[in-house]
T-cell receptor
């Protein structure tokens, strides 16, 4: 079982460049999330989605956009990368929260903006 | 997230010692989740707590959710080097909205 797959695993961008991170899950989960992890700051929620075609802002949404056109995919876009966006990005998915199930995480994408 | 505060931020213990990590919120916790992360790797689910007063154990790790559902503790008995890593608590603070946030994490080192 693939679970949650993030693409790419590593990327180096120049300031001002754009890119899209792909998250794919094969568990038919309704909820999907994008987080960033920086030293000493835990996981901070960027955007999340509670179903196909829906997205919502998290704690640190500025500079990022997302789309959930298909239930199994959640895309995170950086339109104009900045050095402050250097981080490790994690995607996660879960069943509808009311069932009380845990979120499953991908292995992360390490992004460096120079 | 500042809405979820973990303490301590870091911890160094001698192998065999017990330890406790706390996760505190100013709001009611609708589902509290504990995860562990090895450096440079993804998150591993440990336990989920939903009801006030609930307590769960897995091997030498026990997690509790207090009656008022605003604080959870994670207790490790007789720590081992394999327990080292980052422990994160996650929760929904506004009911069943799907907005899952996390604390800043607690880094645990276990000295042999």
């Amino acid at each position: 079982n693939a679970g949650v797959t993030q693409t790419p695993k590593f990327r180096v961008l120049k300031t001002g460049q754009s890119m899209t991170l792909l998250c794919a899950q094969d568990m038919n989960h309704e909820y999907m999330y994008w987080y960033r992890q920086d030293p000493g700051m835990g996981l901070r929620l960027i955007h999340y989605s509670v179903g196909e075609g829906t997205t919502a802002k998290g704690e640190v949404p500025d500079g990022y956009n997302v789309s959930r056109l298909k239930k199994q995919n959640f895309l995170l876009g950086l339109e104009s990368a900045a050095p402050s966006q250097t981080s490790v990005y994690f995607c996660a998915s879960s069943y509808r929260r009311g069932r009380g199930t845990e979120a499953f995480f991908g292995q992360g994408t390490r992004l460096t903006v120079v | 997230s500042q809405e979820l505060e973990q303490s301590p931020q870091s911890l160094i213990v001698q192998e065999g010692k017990n330890l406790t990590i706390n996760c505190t919120s100013s709001k009611t916790l609708y589902g509290l989740y504990w995860y562990k992360q090895k450096y440079g790797e993804g998150l591993i689910f440990l336990m989920m707590l939903q009801k006030g007063g609930e307590e769960k154990s897995h091997e030498k790790i026990t997690a509790k959710l207090d009656e008022k559902k605003q604080q959870s503790s994670l207790h490790i008995t007789a720590s081992q080097p394999s327990h080292a890593g980052i422990y994160l608590c996650g929760a929904e603070l506004s009911g069943n909205t799907g907005k899952l946030i996390f604390g800043q994490g607690t880094t645990l080192q276990v000295k042999p």
